[in-house]
């Protein structure tokens, strides 16, 4: 289902292979209300500072956090534009922000490890104090100036105290746009220095249709599998469609059912991960994914208990660890294979 690999594909953290980029997506699917409530937001002429855009991944926020940009490097914080934010793909805004040549617009993420050519696990302070130069600078227009961290969740404890310092102190016509997919993890005092505009997955129907539209040679089989895998996340279900996206998540879905893992087949997917661009972090979330599916289900039937709860809790500090530390992922899937099996012939899974 792969599309043909274009060269910039692999250069950037948020974009899935083949795909357009957030900043290259001009319609935002699905998540009406939050445009809505966003245009009410940016239009009022006194936005907040900091703006949290949250929910799942892959639901359309980096869409969102770039629509928001183009329109306030257009308008301004002001009625003067359309109540949809919508700004033509033809403006030299548009053009500029598609080509990241916009001087009024940063974009913080996780770089890439000149040494060894990966992506880092964590966005630093480092990239953090990017934001006090960038919104120092006088904007040669008198415009705004808007910076989008995607995502907030990649920050380390550093990172986060100083992006704090900048919420404290904010400048004037400046808006600092944070994405994240857990905002709970956020301290909070930056979430009480942000206003939280929440973002829904997708129903199934608005899924299949967008599917459709940006995986047209897939069958409607392909289609229908990754509309129930992705649990509403267009995102997810494009990364699906790339590559061994599909394997690892009935890979997952194994491990959860196994009572005694197979440990061949466990280290042999070890190092499939380690392989995957990216394979901690994916994996990891395919795994928690599937867990919390089985925990929901077992809840449902009356079934759940808070031991479920707490082997959910262990393998996610095990991939956030991993991530953290670069940890050999060998040693993550396995302790998760193990920890899962446990749970399942103690009958708490």
């Known amino acids: 289902m792969s599309p043909a690999r274009k060269a910039q594909d692999v250069e950037e953290p948020d974009?899935?292979?083949?795909?357009?980029?957030?900043?290259?997506?001009?319609?935002?699917?699905?998540?009406?209300?939050?445009?809505?409530?966003?245009?009410?937001?940016?239009?009022?002429?006194?936005?907040?500072?900091?703006?949290?855009?949250?929910?799942?991944?892959?639901?359309?926020?980096?869409t969102l956090a770039y629509r928001i940009a183009r329109y306030v490097l257009r308008y301004g914080a002001s009625a003067d534009g359309p109540t949809d934010l919508a700004v033509a793909k033809n403006d030299i805004v548009s053009r500029q922000v598609e080509a990241q040549a916009n001087p009024g617009l940063l974009v913080l993420r996780r770089p890439r490890d000149e040494k060894t050519g990966r992506l880092k696990t964590v966005l630093s302070v480092d990239e953090i104090r990017r934001l006090g130069g960038f919104f120092g600078l006088t904007s040669t227009s008198g415009g705004w100036r808007v910076a989008i961290i995607d995502a907030a969740d990649d920050m380390n404890d550093n990172a986060a105290n100083a992006l704090l310092k900048v919420l404290e102190e904010p400048p004037a016509r400046s808006l600092l746009i944070l994405i994240s997919h857990a905002p709970g993890r956020q301290l909070p005092t930056?979430?009480?220095?942000?206003?939280?505009?929440?973002?829904?997955?997708?129903?199934?129907?608005?899924?299949?249709?967008?599917?459709?539209?940006?995986?047209?040679?897939?069958?409607?089989?392909?289609?229908?599998?990754?509309?129930?895998?992705?649990?509403?996340?267009?995102?997810?279900?494009?990364?699906?469609?790339e590559e061994e996206g599909v394997e690892f998540a009935h890979r997952a879905e194994a491990l959860i059912s196994a009572r005694a893992p197979d440990m061949k087949a466990l280290l042999a997917l070890a190092e499939?991960?380690?392989?995957?661009?990216?394979?901690?972090?994916?994996?990891?979330?395919?795994?928690?994914?599937?867990?919390?599916?089985?925990?929901?289900?077992?809840?449902?039937?009356?079934?759940?208990?808070?031991?479920?709860?707490?082997?959910?809790e262990y393998v996610a500090q095990l991939f956030e660890r991993a991530l953290e530390v670069h940890m050999e992922p060998r040693q993550t899937v396995i302790s998760s294979g193990l920890a899962i099996a446990a749970a399942r012939r103690s009958g708490s899974l």
């Open 272 to 312: 499939r991960v380690g392989r995957a661009q990216d394979g901690v972090r994916h994996f990891g979330d395919l795994l928690l994914r599937a867990l919390s599916r089985r925990i929901r289900a077992r809840a449902a039937a009356g079934e759940g208990n808070d031991r479920s709860a707490e082997v959910w």
């Open 15 to 62: 974009r899935v292979e083949g795909q357009p980029h957030p900043r290259e997506v001009y319609e935002l699917i699905g998540q009406d209300d939050a445009l809505a409530r966003a245009s009410r937001i940016i239009r009022s002429g006194r936005p907040p500072h900091g703006l949290m855009l949250a929910g799942p991944a892959g639901i359309g926020k980096a």
């Open 190 to 241: 930056i979430r009480s220095r942000t206003q939280r505009l929440d973002l829904k997955p997708f129903d199934d129907g608005v899924l299949s249709t967008a599917l459709a539209q940006r995986l047209p040679d897939a069958g409607a089989d392909d289609r229908a599998a990754l509309v129930r895998l992705a649990e509403g996340s267009l995102g997810l279900a494009l990364q699906l469609a």
